[in-house]
């Protein structure tokens, strides 16, 4: 199957930075990838659709301008989350597919606490 | 709207069971389902993909059966062994789109005793 990966895998922060979280497809190139949100004992929320060349869309509850994305080429897309807050740590996770195909393959997350 | 349940939410047994777990999906206009694994503090791996046209998938121990007009998708475990421990995830696509963009159940915490 295809390979998405995903950096870093863990990255602890202070409050009022921000972070950047990288998603790459290795063998096949994406023109949209998606972002997920999973919180503690909580299942995967999907936040956002990157898409490759234009803006990305989000999803209802999720604020873009916290959560900038960019898919600047047909393998890479980043998550950066601005000025971070405790509640903003979670487990973030992308996902990506081959053109025409319908199975999504997911990177190895990132685990974001922010102190 | 597409929402996704999975019973049980946890599972446990002695190595060597046969199980199945259990996932019900409210948006049968689908062209696929997904079922996942999920180590603690892992990513996701990818088990079976059922197409809409099919009924079944099987990989190894595992076997994943569809049935669009109920609503409802099943994962069975072979001869299940410890390192089977994990949570399953089930997982649709929203309402309306063809594939990537899935709804997830909460998953079953699945627990095999050696």
């Known amino acids: 199957g295809a390979v998405v990966s995903q950096h870093p895998s863990r990255v602890i922060c202070k409050s009022g930075t921000s972070v950047k979280i990288e998603c790459r497809s290795l063998?096949?190139?994406?023109?949209?990838m998606f972002w997920y949100r999973q919180f503690p004992k909580q299942s995967l929320m999907l936040m956002a659709t990157?898409?490759?060349?234009?803006?990305?869309?989000?999803e209802q509850g999720v604020e873009k301008d916290k959560f900038l994305i960019n898919h600047a080429s047909l393998t890479l897309s980043t998550l950066t989350v601005t000025s971070a807050h405790p509640e903003d740590s979670s487990f973030y996770i992308c996902?990506?597919?081959?053109?025409?195909?319908?199975?999504?393959?997911f990177g190895q997350g990132t685990r974001l606490t922010v102190v | 709207k597409q929402e996704v349940t999975q019973i049980p939410a946890a599972l446990s047994v002695p190595e060597g069971e046969n199980l199945v777990l259990n996932c019900s999906f409210t948006d049968s206009a689908i062209y696929n389902l997904q079922w996942f694994r999920q180590d603690p503090g892992k990513g996701l791996t990818s088990l079976l993909l059922i197409q809409s046209s099919q009924r079944e998938q099987t990989s190894g121990r595992l076997n994943a059966s569809l049935d669009k007009s109920s609503g409802r998708s099943t994962l069975y475990i072979a001869a299940s062994q410890p390192g089977d421990s994990a949570t399953y995830l089930c997982a649709a696509p929203l309402s309306g789109e063809y594939g990537n963009k899935l709804v997830f159940g909460a998953g079953t915490i699945l627990r095999v005793k050696s």
């Open positions: 996902s990506a597919g081959e053109t025409g195909d319908t199975e999504a393959f």
């Open positions: 063998d096949f190139q994406a023109t949209t």
């Open positions: 990157s898409n490759e060349g234009s803006k990305a869309t989000y």
